[in-house]
């Protein structure tokens, strides 16, 4: 569905230098901390930015060269961007019926009902977690194909974010071959909603992996300075020195809990692995 | 077109946010219609006032980063740069409709008969300086922002009025027989039949070179 392959941009001191894949059907998630490129890698795939190098195909064409008809198949949600705060639910809904021939205001309607957005009161008098249902709303009720979430979730409660993932785990089961690209600082969002991950920091992607990879077999082993030394150093990924020794990020857990009885082993988070793949240092 | 159509839509929907503008104009010519002031003054007024409209709906349209976001529908940025010329010549022509009805009612109040062909010439003038300055807003804001644009679009105006005071003041000094029949000439080209025509080219090329010209801007624009 979307094709990045070593793109390039440079801000100052900030450069990308990022390939992903968003292949059919699936989800997959895009994590890293404040900073780390995310946003700039949705800009780049949305046109909004341009590269210096590289290049990014959506639905097989140069996302340069996507007609009009392709563009109605994508839905964007924009971390820091939306329609103007001075119009009104039924505004929106008026502005987005005529320019996308697939929405469907019914559907967009009666979300709006569901979760109790007031239809007549300015998008400036919102809070900021009805800000972000909206934009999602807007981006569920035109048949994409595709749809491109920066932080979907900002902004919102508890109970709204699992609301919302429930709202696109019923999108992605609509249509075997729907796709969606997402990012969220709250890696729990992603842990339960995407086929793979994807990692970046300071503008490049330094882990890629199946989400129930990463679950199963991605832990952490805590360890002295001792048994540090003495284990096969041939399954970990980074270490980091702490007070009583050594915390490790491995790929094989269950091979150091079979094999090593005497050391903590954790499964791992995703916060857990992104600390220690940001913080820690290669092995 | 549909993308057009849907860009003008959303610039409809402001219209409650410059309802108290539109107002402002009911007031003025409320006021100007019954002590008498000159249409012409009025006429002017009017005009200048509707072409700094689409520069209001670009600022708008750059609120909450709501520039980037409408990139990222099925719009192009060149559509998105013809629909701000389409609703700015639509309002134009409204105006100038206004205007002429506006005359007509003064001229009514005033006792006198209407002079039809005067107020049409008054407002193919208003609308070309209406058109310029349209023109010229849409590329300046896209350039640098509505609140800046605005700042630069007066700063603009003032140094070609500068100019041209400053080059007929020279003339004057050191040619008069140039100043006069440049002055001439430029009488003569609004004059009489030759006003429309001379009008229709003006607006032709500063609409054209205006257009591109935005359209580069836009297509230069990173969000």
């Known amino acids: 569905m979307i094709k990045v392959n070593q793109i390039e941009k440079n801000y100052g001191k900030f450069h990308l230098n990022c390939t992903m894949e968003v292949p059919d059907g699936c989800v997959t998630g895009l994590i890293g901390e ?6 700039t890698v949705f800009k780049a795939i949305e046109n909004l930015i341009f590269l210096d190098g590289g290049s990014i195909e959506v639905f097989g064409k140069p996302h340069t060269e996507l007609n009009a008809k392709d563009r109605e198949q994508i839905a964007i949600v924009l971390s820091d961007a939306t329609f103007s705060n001075v119009y009104t639910i039924k505004d929106v809904a008026r502005i987005m019926g005529s320019v996308y021939p697939d929405f469907d205001k019914k559907k967009f309607m009666g979300l709006v009902e569901r979760f109790r957005l007031p239809k007549n009161q300015k998008v400036k008098e919102f809070s900021t977690g009805m800000k972000a249902k909206l934009k999602l709303f807007l981006a569920l009720c035109h048949k994409a194909r595709l749809l491109i979430l920066d932080e979907p979730t900002a902004g919102m409660d ?3 974010r699992d609301e919302v993932l429930t709202l696109l785990r019923e ?3 609509e249509d075997e071959h729907r796709s969606i690209l997402i990012s969220s600082h709250i890696s729990g969002d992603l842990e339960g909603f995407c086929d ?12 890629h992996e199946d989400t129930d990879q990463l679950l199963g077999t991605y832990g952490v082993l805590k360890m002295t300075e001792e048994q540090y030394r003495k284990i096969d150093h041939s399954h ?3 270490r980091r020195k702490e007070i ?11 091979y150091y809990a079979e094999n090593y009885p005497g050391i903590t082993v954790e499964k791992g988070s995703i916060d857990e692995i992104i600390m220690l793949m940001v913080k820690g240092e290669a092995v | 077109m549909k993308g057009i159509r849907g860009l003008l839509i959303k610039d409809l929907c402001l219209m409650g946010e410059i309802r108290k503008l539109l107002l402002i104009i009911l007031f003025v010519t409320a006021i100007f219609i019954f002590n008498g002031t000159s249409s012409t003054f009025l006429t002017g007024y009017i005009m200048i006032i509707i072409a700094f409209l689409v520069g209001m709906t670009i600022s708008y349209d750059e609120m909450n980063n709501g520039l980037a976001f409408l990139m990222t529908l099925p719009v192009t940025r060149r559509q998105y740069v013809a629909e701000k010329f389409i609703c700015g010549l639509l309002s134009l022509f409204l105006g100038f409709v206004y205007t002429m009805v506006v005359a007509v009612i003064q001229s009514m109040i005033g006792n006198s008969a209407p002079d039809l062909k005067e107020s049409i010439m008054t407002a193919v003038l208003f609308a070309v300086i ?6 010229f807003s849409i590329a300046i804001d896209l ?18 009025f500068f100019l041209f005071y400053m080059g007929v003041a020279f003339l004057e000094r050191n040619f008069p027989e140039k100043k006069e029949a440049f002055l001439q000439w430029f009488n003569t080209i609004f004059e009489g039949s030759k006003i429309y025509p001379v009008c229709a080219v003006i607006c032709a090329v500063v609409l054209l070179l205006s257009f591109f010209a935005s359209c580069r801007i836009l297509e230069k624009k990173e969000f």
């Open chain 2, 143 to 160: 350039k640098f922002g509505a609140e800046k644009g605005r700042v630069m679009l007066l700063l603009g105006f003032m140094v070609i």
């Open chain 1, 158 to 160: 508890v109970v709204a």
């Open chain 1, 244 to 254: 009583y020794g050594y915390s490790c990020l491995t790929d094989e857990i269950h």
């Open chain 2, 130 to 135: 209406g058109v310029i300055v349209l023109s």
């Open chain 1, 34 to 39: 404040n900073g780390a490129g995310k946003s």
């Open chain 1, 236 to 238: 970990l990924l980074r």
């Open chain 1, 171 to 173: 999108y992605m089961e």
């Open chain 1, 196 to 207: 793979e991950i994807y990692m970046i920091h300071e503008g490049k992607i330094i882990l």
